[in-house]
């Protein structure tokens, strides 16, 4: 009896968390993995977040736009940040960014008259910007050199002593014989 009256008070208490529970505030929001989200002019969304795609921005992005594995091509307005993970993003003339630019591992290009409110943080890539782009922050760009140059480095370290240590086997083996 008391072990139904527990499992009686559970399901009561799951079905009122239940029916006061708010709903996400998604309606706006636009999330795909591996289809392009397009925002068309005169349309506005608040964030768009997409994985193994691409976003193309003519209308208004108000809230964040997030990208991995893709890029973020830009000729509306993106409110706040935009952040892509190995891709590029590309803003064209007479477009501002609310916030920051964030990328890694890939390119940013900046058209004319392109106003970045916020900070520019371009890591292990490149960033090309137009003489009348302005930057309300800063600018941070770590070429991929940083990153591929010791990896790359350490690659033909482990390449050169197993080529060594193989030939060094063969030779023995050889002198065998």
């Not at 943080?121 to 090309?128: C, N």
Request: hydrophobic share 50%; aromatic share 10%.
């Amino acid at each position: 009896m008391a072990k139904s009256l527990r499992i009686f008070g559970l399901m009561l208490v799951f079905a009122l968390a239940t029916l006061i529970a708010r709903p996400a505030r998604a309606a706006q929001d636009m999330v795909q993995f591996g289809s392009n989200i397009e925002v068309p002019k005169d349309t506005a969304i608040h964030d768009a977040v997409c994985f193994f795609c691409s976003v193309n921005v003519q209308g208004t992005v108000n809230g964040n736009m997030v990208v991995f594995f893709g890029s973020a091509h830009i000729e509306g307005q993106a409110r706040h940040d935009v952040v892509v993970f190995f891709g590029d993003v590309k803003a064209e003339d007479n477009t501002s960014i609310g916030n920051n630019i964030v990328n890694f591992f890939g390119g940013v290009h900046l058209g004319e008259n392109v106003d970045v409110k916020r900070d520019t943080v371009v890591m292990f890539g490149t960033l090309q910007a137009a003489s009348s782009a302005s930057f309300g922050g800063n600018r941070v760009v770590e070429p991929g050199i940083l990153f591929w140059g010791p990896l790359l480095a350490i690659a033909f370290g482990i390449y050169y002593i197993v080529h060594e240590v193989r030939g060094a086997r063969r030779r023995r083996i050889l002198r065998g014989y």
